[in-house]
């Protein structure tokens, strides 16, 4: 809730787990509406799920009272102001499924399988912990070499 939207590394177990909303209310002044709107959209886009989020208002001040509605491919479909605290959209879920099978859904699925299977292979006994064997040794054209000839 609320400060948790900045849990960036949360959003990638989000489409494997079928999220298809994220809701998050908040509490945060008018003049941090920027901040929020852009992690709310990156929340909507990392996981392909709708980001929705509401806001208290406060009449002294300190809480602006901005909310939103956005798609999973980070468009804002509806925000609230404090002339007009009440949005509704109709949106349609299969919208986020649609969204993670595409970009960037489907480049950030191979990334996390990419990374489970390196950390696969450096759980194997006798491997170091980038998966290579010991004593494994880049070819020449690989390395970097500093020399200075006469």
């Known amino acids: 809730i609320c400060t948790e939207l900045w849990a960036l590394e949360t959003y990638a177990d989000y489409p494997r787990q079928g999220v298809q909303l994220i809701l998050a209310p908040r509490a945060t002044s008018a003049a941090t509406t920027g ?64 969204a993670r099978a595409g970009y960037p859904g489907y480049v950030l699925r191979e990334e996390k399988a990419d990374a489970s299977l390196r950390r696969t292979r450096a759980a194997r006994p006798g491997r170091s912990p980038d998966g290579r064997h010991p004593g494994h040794r880049a070819p020449d054209s690989a390395r970097i070499a500093s020399r200075t000839d006469p």
């Open 35 to 98: 901040k929020w709107l852009a992690i709310g959209t990156v929340a909507a886009v990392r996981s392909g799920a709708f980001s929705l989020s509401s806001n208290r208002v406060d009449p002294m001040g300190n809480c602006g009272g901005v909310g939103w509605i956005i798609s999973p491919d980070g468009q804002v479909q509806a925000s609230t102001t404090g002339e007009a605290p009440f949005a509704t959209v109709d949106i349609d879920l299969d919208a986020a499924t649609a």
